[in-house]
């Protein structure tokens, strides 16, 4: 069936390789889904007009394989590329499965772990560059500690800080068109984990050799795990001009991280999402980092309705934006005193004279009306489809 939510390419939607992949392994309970190969993950991505993929070095590299394994590896890949038409934007390197980073990767107390782990970023970045990645993730699932009497947290972040200036260097040396982009998590599968939240890592950022070369794609489920706004920590990054990449999906707030299908849980949060993207012209790939349900036999119908998801959300987005009481109420609200704006926006001895000698009428200001109950009431209808 093909109808006006069926993707396009020019919507750039990509997928993470490993949410194909993912075979419904959790702590309690074994596979329930049989491997598929990346061959067949791409196939199904591309004749769904997936634009691109992100993967890890070792979901198409086996871990420890030899340099004319890993040239074989990536051989086979940018054929494979070639052949469908899919792009990889996105690539990251697993620094969390094998036990060797039990303790940590950029963080662990013995640095020849730390340096093992930034040896492994720079192959990764070798491979990024063949295949065309623009962007680098860094995703600190182990970064971090149940035992805080183990690690000072301000030397762990100048571990951390260490290999990102020292890997921004190895990219400028080599000319690769790569930036890097920091992905905040709060938990899971650490006790606690290094930069939590969006904010953090924009705090982190600044502190870097290279900031112009780094930003962060923060994931929804992880926002919903610290119990923050979606909208507002995305907004945050994108203020900032440090929105590299999205990871979307959903979760139910304040649990373990359950990377569900985005919109599955909470389509205000979500329509909110997709409206900060459209408002502010993110052009930039629309990536999904969920996981189909353990119970499904397959990814497609995951697949397909994410991109869906997203569609009649970007639909609903034009309807609230175009709706005429819609923006009669915004209208209302953001209309009142135009003598005031920019009035103070810029610094000035006058302008400071002025504010100072300006006289408010305050009972007028604290009673005006904010229709705000008959404003939320028109996104829910619109939301519901009544309207
Ligand atoms: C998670 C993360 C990961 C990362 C991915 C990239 O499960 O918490 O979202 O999926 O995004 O591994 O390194
Ligand atoms: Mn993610």
Known sequence: MSDKYTPKKTDKFAFGIWCIQNRGRDPFGDVTRPERSVRECLEGLAKRNVYAFEFHDNDIIPFGASAAERDRCIRELRKL????????????????????????????????????????????????????????????????????????????????????????????????????????????????????????????????????????????????????????????????GKLLDVHLNDQKPLRYDQDLTFASENLKEAFFLVKLL?????????????????????????????????????????RFNEDREVQDLLREIHGVHPEWVGAFTKYSKDAAQRLKQAQFDVEALTNRRLPYERLDQLLTEILLGVR
């Open 278 to 318: 459209v408002d502010h012209n993110y052009d930039r790939t629309i990536g999904f980092d969920a996981h189909p349900y353990r119970t499904e036999a397959d990814p497609w119908d995951f697949v397909e309705r994410n991109m869906r998801n997203y569609l009649i959300l970007k639909e609903k987005v034009q």
């Open 81 to 240: 590329m070639d052949d469908l038409g899919i792009k990889a934007t996105v690539i990251t390197t697993n620094l969390f499965y094998h036990p060797i980073f039990k303790d940590g990767a950029f963080t662990s107390t013995d640095p020849a772990i730390r340096a093992f782990a930034t040896q492994k970023v720079m192959q990764c970045l070798d491979v990024g560059h063949e295949v065309g990645a623009e962007v680098y993730v860094f995703w600190g699932g182990r970064e971090g500690t149940e035992v805080d009497a183990s690690k000072d947290p301000i030397t762990a972040n100048g571990y951390f800080r260490d290999a990102v200036n020292f890997l921004c260097e190895y990219v400028l040396d080599n000319g690769y068109n790569i930036k890097f982009s920091i992905e905040p998590k709060p938990n899971e599968p650490r006790g606690d984990l290094y930069l939590p939240t969006v904010g953090s890592v924009l705090a982190f950022i600044q502190t870097l050799d290279h900031p112009e070369m780094v930003g962060t794609n923060p994931e929804v489920a992880h926002i919903k795990m610290a119990g923050l706004n979606v909208y507002h920590e995305f907004a945050q990054a994108l203020d900032a």
